[in-house]
């Protein structure tokens, strides 16, 4: 399975910014999609993952103002992200595996090559 993200880029603070991930198939270890992100310096942090029914996670620093969605028919994750601020500048990584548990402690079997998102203040 490979994931290629796409999005990101610079914005200001408060700003929106919608990054998405396309899967190439679907199988049982790949079901859960979510997002990690890891900024400079710091350890890589949980953002959000999504069942393949629909159930949704989010990292503490992000609930209420992302939000992350899936087409199943095209093997695609969104997360749109609002009222950004300086501390969600980071490299955010696609990732699948077979539960969003393992997503939601940073974990995945598959892993796109990260996109980056800058927020400038």
């Known amino acids: 399975v490979q994931l290629q993200a796409s999005g990101g880029g610079l914005v200001q603070t408060g700003d929106s910014l919608s990054i998405s991930c396309a899967a190439s198939?679907?199988?049982?270890?790949?079901?859960?999609m979510g997002w990690l992100r890891q900024a400079p310096g710091k350890e890589r942090e949980f953002v959000a993952a999504?069942?393949?029914?629909?159930?949704?996670y989010y990292g503490d620093p992000v609930k209420g103002r992302f939000t992350i969605s899936r087409d199943s028919a095209k093997n695609t994750v969104y997360l749109q992200m609002n009222s950004l601020n300086p501390e969600d500048t980071a490299v955010y990584y696609c990732?699948?595996?077979?539960?969003?548990?393992?997503?939601?402690?940073?974990?995945?079997?598959?892993w796109g090559q990260g996109t980056q998102v800058t927020v400038s203040s």
């Open positions: 198939r679907r199988t049982s270890s790949s079901s859960a």
């Open positions: 999504i069942s393949l029914n629909g159930y949704t």
């Open positions: 990732v699948a595996g077979s539960y969003t548990d393992t997503i939601v402690r940073g974990l995945g079997t598959y």
